[in-house]
């Protein structure tokens, strides 16, 4: 298992901390781990899960002929 870094979590999904934390507080996005009292992480797994969930909710292209 991997710990991914607020660093690390932000060239993954390219969102602002702040818009990370409103999708946590609402149950959209996979929680936090609290690592030590100043420090936090994500699991990479559920990280990935949840991107892999917004690939497979893309609309297929238009293909023309």
């Known amino acids: ?3 991914l870094s607020k ?3 932000k060239e993954l999904v390219l969102y602002s901390p702040q818009h990370v934390a409103r999708l946590e507080k ?8 609290q690592l030590g ?3 936090v992480g ?3 797994d559920e990280v990935l ?3 892999q969930k917004r ?3 893309r609309e297929e292209p238009k293909r023309h002929s």
């Open 1 to 3: 298992m991997r710990i």
């Open 37 to 39: 009292p100043n420090r």
């Open 7 to 9: 660093r690390q979590l």
């Open 49 to 51: 899960d949840w991107l």
């Open 26 to 33: 609402a149950g959209q996005f996979p929680k936090r781990v």
């Open 42 to 44: 994500w699991v990479e």
């Open 55 to 57: 690939l497979d909710g």
